[in-house]
């Protein structure tokens, strides 16, 4: 039986990871030199994978964390799908200690299962997840793809890492995530499974004996 290989990441750091600043999909943010020090090390570490197709957001962080790959000619496709959650009117801004308690509050109501509740003026997991299914559908189409590389965004991840490992979305925050993290996955034709969770080792230079 043919096996579909998901090398799930997520982007390298951003400026606005180092400054606690809110990013999502409304916030268009580039790697920062250490983000791309992660890139070159995840590239340094997989390049000798023979992936069939790139996929990334269409955000700039997204496909700078996997410019590499692509400089060597692989396939790319950018999917507005993968683009992070919409944190509404906290876009762009540094948190506060008001907003602070309002987006804890959001996140016990998303983990209680009001997962189609909207952060305030931008959206909801489950909106995500919806955008997200059209992507689903495509990868899966796609049995010629046998290695594919998906680069995308942290909420967003967990909330992907839910519908393909058929969690309810209220159980997205289980699922950690780092800048560049690895989740690699395996899909049978009937379902997913995880071979590495949130892996950062490729982030630690080889030690040279």
């Not at 750091?13 to 020090?37: F, H, K």
Request: net charge negative; hydrophobic share 35%; glycine share 6%.
């Amino acid at each position: 039986m043919s096996i579909k290989k998901v090398y799930l990441i997520r982007h390298g750091q951003t400026d606005y990871n180092l400054q606690s600043i809110v990013q999502g999909s409304g916030v268009n943010s580039s790697l920062n030199a250490e983000g791309q020090r992660q890139a070159s090390l995840f590239f340094d570490k997989y390049k000798a994978v023979a992936f069939d197709k790139v996929y990334t957001s269409t955000l700039q962080r997204s496909i700078q964390s996997v410019q590499k790959f692509l400089d060597l000619g692989l396939p790319h496709e950018q999917h507005a799908g993968l683009n992070e959650i919409n944190w509404g009117t906290r876009e762009g801004t540094r948190i506060t200690p008001e907003e602070d308690a309002y987006y804890y509050n959001m996140l016990e109501t998303w983990t209680k299962g009001g997962t189609d509740q909207p952060i305030e003026g931008g959206e909801s997991p489950q909106m995500v997840s919806d955008r997200q299914r059209v992507f689903v559908d495509l990868m899966l189409s796609r049995p010629e793809e046998e290695t594919i590389l998906v680069c995308m965004h942290g909420r967003a991840m967990r909330i992907l890492l839910c519908q393909l490992l058929r969690y309810p979305l209220r159980c997205m925050d289980n699922f950690r995530h780092e800048n560049l993290c690895l989740y690699e996955l395996d899909y049978t034709g009937s379902m997913f499974s995880v071979r590495k969770y949130c892996d950062v080792a490729h982030l630690q230079p080889e030690m040279v004996l």
